[in-house]
């Protein structure tokens, strides 16, 4: 990829095996240089497992490839034992973060074989437009 170029679109494909470059489940479908794309397909249901692939173009027409997964469809949300504590903290200095605080083991779900390790915020539900991601750490 020419670093020079930037990138112009992204495409976003789904495939059922992991070699990517003609995606069979879903054939690539632009952005629009958007960095979020959504889509819906009828036939990944629970337990589907299925690659993305993503395929960069730059300015100078020059194309790059990046696969990810396997993902497997999960819609079981986890569930949620325990308290959330909410308070106004200042850094010090002029800032001022609302923080969450619970119980490390609170958030659970049985079907996963991998604690839960990291969340993500939106502005509304459902939202495609989420706010910074955040890993957990434990202090």
């Known amino acids: 990829m020419d670093a020079e170029s930037g990138i112009f679109d992204y495409e976003v ?31 990944l249901g629970e337990g589907v497992e299925f690659y993305i692939v993503i395929k960069a173009i730059n300015r100078a027409s020059l194309i790059t490839f990046e696969l990810v997964g396997p993902v497997i469809v999960e819609v079981t949300p986890p569930e949620f034992d325990g308290e959330i504590i909410v308070a106004l903290e200042s850094d010090g ?18 079907d996963e074989l991998d604690p839960l390790e990291d969340y993500q915020v939106a502005e509304k539900l ?12 434990q202090r």
Request: proline share 7%; hydrophobic share 35%; charged share 15%.
């Open 93 to 110: 200095l002029e800032s001022s973060y609302l923080v969450a605080r619970w119980d490390q083991d609170a958030f659970f779900d049985d």
């Open 13 to 43: 494909g789904l495939s059922s095996v992991p070699s990517g470059l003609m995606p069979d489940i879903l054939q690539f479908s632009s952005t629009k240089s958007h960095p979020t794309f959504l889509t819906y397909h009828p036939n």
């Open 126 to 137: 459902k939202a495609t437009h989420l706010l910074c991601h955040t890993c957990l750490y």
